[in-house]
């Protein structure tokens, strides 16, 4: 039995190709995807404003530590292409920064 860990990743891309369809809905739910959403969560937390361009997904992975961040950026990012091919928004260049919250050190004031 392997090791396990838990990775916060932020997952960042830029929409691409949306339609008039997706545009609408992401224009009228921009309310609640803006800095106020920010969490991290295992089925992610979509950030974005209403200029439409960039958006960012805070996920919690968690996954063999023998894979390391790199497959949990990986897993991540799948994650984020199903989600939004799920709600129809087109999106390019996605990129990952991941977090292992178990080796992450921690500096406590004395």
Known sequence: MSTRHTYRVI???TFDGL???S???LL???DDHGLTAMRFTEEGSL????TLKHFSYRLVVVS???D???MAGVLAED???TALGELGHGYKGLRSTVTDLDTMKVNRKR
């Not at 950030?47 to 209403?50: C, F, G, N, V």
């Open 11 to 13: 997952v960042r891309g």
């Open 19 to 21: 339609s008039e369809e």
């Open 23 to 25: 545009r609408s809905r």
């Open 28 to 30: 009228a739910e921009a």
């Open 47 to 50: 950030t974005y404003d209403r």
């Open 64 to 66: 063999d530590a023998e």
């Open 68 to 70: 390391g961040e790199e």
């Open 79 to 81: 994650r984020v292409e």
